[in-house]
């Protein structure tokens, strides 16, 4: 009985499945596969970027292709993908916080003037926030 708690003690956890970037859809939003997974859309968290697909202003159209464009180099560039996953937006994309090479992405767009912080709720308006 010693030796199975002892065994169990010392029991290495099961370490998170790998997981890599398979397409940039846009500055917030990725397709992944984890481990031997199927692979999935994620809403990255923790920021927001501008729309691109029904932007509703030029200048929104304009920052969140540049979003999109430097997420993918980010990417490109990584060799190593940390994901936290999470739960699933109300259209079923996973929840994931991301870091490329061990750096947050979200925090990185953020400083770059590519995104604002987001937790949730009513996005802003990136037309009136563009003028």
């Known amino acids: 009985m010693s030796l199975l708690l002892l065994l169990s003690c010392n029991a290495v956890p099961e370490p998170e499945p790998?997981?890599?970037v398979t397409r940039v859809i846009d500055g917030d939003t990725v397709d992944m596969a984890c481990g031997g997974s199927a692979p999935f859309r994620a809403r990255?968290?923790?920021f927001d970027t501008p729309e691109t697909y029904e932007p509703r202003c030029?200048?929104?159209?304009?920052?969140g292709r540049q979003a999109t464009v430097r997420l993918r180099?980010?990417?490109?560039?990584?060799r190593a993908t940390q994901a936290d996953?999470?739960?699933t937006d109300r259209y079923g994309r996973r929840l994931v916080r991301l870091g490329l090479d061990g750096r947050d992405v979200g925090r990185g767009l953020i400083a770059e003037g590519l995104a604002v912080p987001y937790t949730g709720g009513r996005r802003i308006d990136w037309c009136d926030r563009l003028g």
């Open 85 to 87: 996953l999470r739960g």
């Open 73 to 78: 180099a980010m990417v490109a560039a990584a």
């Open 18 to 20: 790998t997981c890599r």
């Open 44 to 46: 990255l968290i923790g």
């Open 58 to 63: 030029r200048a929104e159209a304009d920052l």
